[in-house]
Nanobody, 125 residues
Framework: VQLQASGGGLVQPGGSLRLSCAASGRTISRDAVAWFRQAPGMERSFVAGINRSGGKIYATDSMKDQFTISRDTARNTVYLQMDSLRPDDTAVYYC???????????????????WGLGTLVTVSS
């Protein structure tokens, strides 16, 4: 299973980016999928996730009006739309997937079996 994240880059404060995570070797509808991020010197933290059926979205309260997760099962791809970006959103963003993720552990990175390499998002003027 491979997860390939892309779409990161340098963006000015207030700008937007859309990250993509293309899965190969496994269909994403078999797994819960999520985005995490890790800023320099910080632990990896949950951003947003979708359950296996795609019927429930999990968000982080402080980011729910700023970041939107979605998936396209036909393209086997998960997206993260990021708006109103701030310098403290600078981080490496990772996509993750796993068949054993449930609502009680969706925010725990240890619950995910598959990880992409990450894509760097830098928010700076």
């Amino acid at each position: 299973v491979q997860l390939q994240a892309s779409g990161g880059g340098l963006v000015q404060p207030g700008g937007s980016l859309r990250l993509s995570c293309a899965a190969s070797g496994r269909t994403i509808s078999r797994d819960a999928v999520a985005w995490f991020r890790q800023a320099p010197g910080m632990e990896r933290s949950f951003v947003a996730g979708i359950n296996r059926s795609g019927g429930k979205i999990y968000a982080t309260d402080s980011m729910k009006d700023q970041f939107t997760i979605s998936r396209d099962t036909a393209r086997n791809t998960v997206y993260l739309q990021m708006d109103s970006l701030r310098p403290d959103d600078t981080a490496v963003y990772y996509c993750a997937a796993g068949p054993s993720v449930i609502s009680s552990n969706v925010r725990n990175p240890n619950a995910y079996a598959y990880w992409g390499l990450g894509t760097l998002v830098t928010v700076s003027s």
